[in-house]
Each structure stands twice: as structure tokens, then as C-alpha cells.
């Protein structure tokens, strides 16, 4: 017998010999070599199970958000909420990734399940399991919602007088890549060019605390990233700088947690805690929810609740939050402009003397994005307002309802609160340090009368 023909057969021996210990289960070869297909897995069922589906090839169909970490997820309205994407409700892509013009297309996406190893894009790293595509197939001739990739900025710097020296905090974290959208980013920037190039705040007394810690572009500096360790640096550098004539402008962006109450079919907890501090003015009725929120066994109780703004890859919750600003002794006014969901909540918390709230909803509600996708609703108004012009269209917004020239803070909230076009989002406001917040026009309630005569210069 030959040498050749020796070898051959050591080849086929080893062969027969694997095949056999893979048909034992000794040996996995058969998954390896031969990934198991599963045809008509959602994404619940593989997000749900992920072990059972780690090596098989699958067929998936769900819409597709193609942000800084591509998805699949089961409902594409999920993109213009501001509660945090449920993690059963979304799956990554990486590999054969479909272009952005399939934003908001319904997908069948083919591939393999697997886990994040070396090697994978940095930006899928905090994601447990996800498909390496191999094909794609639009399901659908357009997005399911209307979206908007582009991005149209029309800024035309304003000019107003700064009455007192101003500092401000940007905030906006998106949690991880596969949550932190677009519009996050452009609500943070026209923020910063209002701050700047409208009202005079100097660049250098400008916090902002952004997602990891690096900007999408260079139009906006980033300072640090959206962790509660940063903004701890941050507020204690203010109680050290600020002194009895500064202002101080807190603005943030991006998801919020809380306890959702509307629509009834969508209630629950959603990022939320219940309180233990006993500060809390609002209570969440058990009954009205149908949940025992504080796990007693009954669902007869007024649970108060703490709401949450979200940061990189965690929360702060508003009694942490208003621990932070409270920090600070000395200044002339502070204004706060909250957009997350169920950031209502948070002006229990900060709701002090010479202090101006204003929310895009209460503290049991969801906040959303403007049609298109590229702004949030709320603030995008409030901004649009003090600026003087929207910034995508550059149309002029004439919010001086008293004529005198300029725009304060109970105009920008009215001109906001009569724009915004939400049916699950009412925005609320706070200025008389009591605690409570109103809706509809300012003034009411008690409210209105220090943010009347307060103006973002100062």
C-alpha cells in the first residue's frame, strides 16, 4: 500500500471517528459545521432564550433602525418613544447590515445567533446576543412610520444681552449604541448654539455630558461622559464657581424611567423605582395600574414612585439628581428643561426658591419625537421659541406674546405647550417652589410669575 494511499485512509479514519463522537454528542461538529435552521423565530422568542439559539441560522423578520448600532426590532414606533427600547423587543445586526435607506422598512433578515467575541464592532460590545447577517429582504415598499435620515440644520445666530453670568449642563446619555438616536444629539447641539451664539453663555462655563463621552461631530464640545460619577464632578466644580448673581441652566435629553399610566394597555413600570425616601408628592394608585408596584401581595396601595433620567449604561434617579443641584448654595435663578419620559416627576425633587421647571410630561407619561425623527417634540419647540426660528426650517417663531422684545421662560413653555402635537404628552411647569406643577397655559395654579420676568440671559 502506498504512502499516499496510507494517509488517505488515516484522513477517512479521523472523519469517521469525529462524525461518530459528533453523533454521540461528544463533539459539536455537526452545530459548527452545520448551523441548525430555524425558520420563523422572533426576536421575543431568541431574546427571551438566547442559549437556545446561539449557533442556529435563523430567518427574522422585524423594522429596522439603522442608529448607531443597526436593529431589528418588533414595532418601529419603539424609535420616536423615549422610554428606553425594551431589551426582549430588539435584536443587533452586524455582518451584512442593510444601507439606511431601509430606516423603518420591515425586514426578513437571514444569519447566525451569537455572542459578542473579539473582533465584533465596538458598538455591539454591551449586547448580549446578536445576528451576523448573511442576506436581507425588504418586506415592505416604505418605513412603517415616517423617518427622516437627513439632517437640516438652519441656524442663524440671534442677539441678546446677557443680563448675568450664565453656566449651563447639557445632558444627554442614549444608555448604549443600540438606544442613544440621532435626535439626541441634534437637540443637544441646537441647545448649544442657542446658549452660545443667541444668549452669550461662554463656551467655557458650558458643561456637556454626552453618551461615552464622545460627540458625533465637532459642532459641539463634549466634555465628559453622561455618568453619575461626571455629573457629581460636575455640579460640585458649580457650588465651588457659582455666586449669588449666576444663572444656571440644566438641560437634558434622551430616555427616562418611570411608572406609565397611559395608554392603559402599555402600563407599567418602565424603568422606575418606588421611593423609599418618603419625599415623593406624587403616588402611583395600585389599583388604578392593576400592578402591586411595591410587591406587598395587594393591589390596594398609593406607592410613591422616583422617576429616572437616563445615563451611559445607567440612571440617575430624580431624589439623586436633585441631591446634586442642591449642592449648590449660591445663585440668581435656576431653570431646568427636562424632556425624558415621565421627567414630570422630577420637579417634586428640584422644585425650590428662584427655581423655573419646565417638562414635556407628567410623571406618569411618555415622551416622543417630532414626525420625521429628528427632533424631540417638546424641547424642540421650547428651543425653537427662545431662539426665534425652528431649526430644520428656519421658519420664524414669534413667541412674544407680551411684545416686549424678548422671549422668557413662561413664553417659550406657552408657546411649547399650545405647539407640541402629542396625545399621550402633556408638559407641565413649576416656578413658585411649591412642589406641584401645572399644565396648560402659564400663568395657573400659583405658577408663572417668577418665569414671566426670567429671561435665558439671566
Wanted: one cysteine or more; a negative charge.
Amino acid at each position: 500500500m502506498g504512502k499516499k494511499t496510507s494517509i488517505a485512509l488515516v484522513c477517512v479514519s479521523i472523519i469517521v471517528v469525529v462524525l461518530l463522537l459528533s453523533y454521540l454528542n461528544v463533539l459539536p461538529l455537526f452545530d459548527i459545521l452545520f448551523p441548525p435552521e430555524v425558520e420563523g423565530a422572533t426576536i421575543e422568542e431568541i431574546k427571551a432564550s438566547p442559549g437556545d439559539y446561539v449557533g442556529a441560522r435563523v430567518k427574522v423578520q422585524g423594522f429596522y433602525i439603522c442608529g448607531d448600532a443597526p436593529l431589528l426590532c418588533t414595532d418601529f414606533s419603539y424609535y420616536f418613544s423615549n422610554q428606553p427600547l425594551p431589551d426582549l423587543n430588539y435584536i443587533v445586526l452586524i455582518g451584512k447590515t442593510p444601507p439606511g435607506k431601509y430606516m423603518g422598512y420591515e425586514l426578513e433578515v437571514t444569519g447566525t445567533i451569537k455572542e459578542y467575541e473579539a473582533g465584533d464592532p465596538a458598538n455591539v460590545a454591551d449586547e448580549p446576543i446578536m445576528i451576523y447577517v448573511s442576506e436581507y429582504t425588504p418586506l415592505t415598499t416604505e418605513p412603517a412610520l415616517p423617518v427622516s435620515l437627513e439632517v437640516v440644520y438652519k441656524f442663524e445666530p440671534q442677539a441678546f444681552v446677557q443680563q448675568h453670568r450664565g453656566f449651563a449642563v447639557l445632558i444627554s446619555g442614549g444608555i448604549r449604541p443600540a438606544k442613544n438616536y440621532q435626535r439626541y444629539w441634534n437637540d443637544l447641539r441646537f441647545m448649544y448654539d442657542i446658549l452660545v451664539n443667541d444668549y452669550g453663555y461662554d463656551p467655557d462655563r458650558i458643561y456637556v455630558l454626552y453618551a461615552d463621552g464622545v460627540g458625533r461631530d465637532a459642532s459641539v464640545p463634549v466634555d465628559h461622559a453622561a455618568t453619575q460619577d461626571n455629573l457629581e464632578i460636575v455640579f460640585d466644580e458649580l457650588a465651588e464657581e457659582m455666586t449669588d448673581w449666576d444663572t444656571l441652566f440644566v438641560f437634558a435629553t434622551n430616555h427616562g424611567g418611570g411608572c406609565l399610566n397611559y395608554p392603559w394597555e402599555d402600563r407599567g413600570v418602565y424603568g422606575g423605582r418606588v421611593d423609599v425616601s418618603g419625599e415623593e408628592h406624587e403616588h402611583m394608585d395600585e389599583a388604578g395600574f392593576g400592578i402591586d408596584l411595591n410587591r406587598d401581595g395587594d393591589r390596594n396601595d398609593l406607592v410613591p414612585f422616583d422617576q429616572s433620567i437616563c445615563l451611559w449604561g445607567e440612571s440617575i434617579f430624580d431624589d439623586e439628581f436633585a441631591e446634586l443641584v442642591n449642592g449648590i448654595e449660591h445663585y440668581h435663578r435656576m431653570i431646568f428643561l427636562l424632556e425624558p419620559c415621565f421627567s414630570g416627576g422630577f420637579i417634586t425633587d428640584l422644585s425650590g426658591p428662584r427655581r423655573i421647571i419646565l417638562t414635556s410630561t407628567g410623571p406618569c407619561q411618555s415622551s416622543y419625537a417630532s414626525t420625521g425623527g429628528q427632533w424631540d417634540e417638546f424641547v424642540y419647540h421650547v428651543m425653537s421659541a427662545l431662539h426665534g426660528a425652528e431649526p430644520d426650517t428656519g421658519d420664524p417663531v414669534n413667541a412674544d406674546d407680551n411684545g416686549n422684545g424678548l422671549v422668557s421662560m413662561v413664553e417659550a413653555f406657552n408657546y411649547a405647550e399650545r405647539t407640541v402635537d402629542q396625545p399621550y404628552e402633556t408638559a407641565f411647569y413649576d416656578d413658585n417652589g411649591d412642589g406641584y406643577g401645572y399644565t396648560g397655559q402659564m400663568p395657573a395654579g400659583g405658577d408663572g410669575a417668577l418665569g414671566s420676568n426670567t429671561y435665558l440671559s439671566g
